[in-house]
Every structure is written in C-alpha cells, then in structure tokens.
C-alpha cells in the first residue's frame, strides 16, 4: 500500500519561502516519478512540478525560477523548495507518486496521493 505523507505547509507573508516535504512508502521510491499538485478554493487541481526516476524537472509556468523540486532516494523524500511566495500561490499541496512522469500529464497510469498540506500567502 502506497503511502505518501505531506509536511511543510503553514502561513507565509508575500516574498517569503516554505520548503514541502512528501515521504513516501509502500513502493520502490527510486523507480518512481513524483510529483507536487496545488488546488485553490474553487479550482482545479494543477500540476506545480515533477520529477522523474532520473531527477529530470519539469515545472509550471506560474512557478518557473520561483520554486524547486528535488528527491533524496535514501530518505524517499521528495520536497517542493517555494521562494518568492506571492498569495496567489495560496492552495492546499498534494504530493503524487507514479511509474513514469508522463503519468501526471497524460492521465497515463496509476497516480497516488498524498493528503494534502494548506499553504497559505498573506499580502
């Protein structure tokens, strides 16, 4: 059983940092493509960046320069580094785990899911 535990979300004015951290157990972490999606009141669920088995990155356009993501195989840690925060980076954080990261784009396999951690830009 896939299990993914968020960690990191909390309240931060405008301009400040958060780092996320998403542990994952239950599969074999370093075979595995990881993810990190946000959903704001009222909208959808969007993928914020990715990384694959090979720690190739993939981000949003919103968060590009801003935010980065980053694996430790031997703690099967992934974590999301934000910088620059603005409020509308405001959403609840979901950690996501697959076999490969065309999974998160193309609805392409299984995808799991963690619970998610609010994140909260104050102006």
């Known amino acids: 059983q896939v299990q993914l535990v968020e960690s990191g979300g909390g309240l931060v004015q405008a301009g400040g940092s958060l780092r996320l951290s998403c542990e994952a157990s239950g599969r074999t972490f370093s075979d595995s493509a990881m993810a990190w999606y946000r959903q704001a009141p009222g909208r959808q669920r969007e993928l914020v960046a990715a990384?694959?088995?090979?720690?190739?990155?993939y981000y949003a356009d919103s968060v590009k320069g801003r935010f980065t993501i980053s694996r430790d195989n031997a703690k099967s840690t992934v974590n999301l580094q934000m910088n620059n925060l603005k409020v509308e980076d405001t959403a609840d954080y979901y950690c996501?785990?697959?076999?490969?990261?065309?999974?998160?784009?193309?609805?392409?396999?299984?995808?799991?899911w963690g619970e998610g951690t609010p994140v909260t830009v104050s102006s």
């Open positions: 996501a785990a697959a076999d490969r990261v065309a999974a998160f784009y193309y609805n392409a396999g299984v995808v799991y």
């Open positions: 990384i694959s088995s090979a720690s190739a990155t």
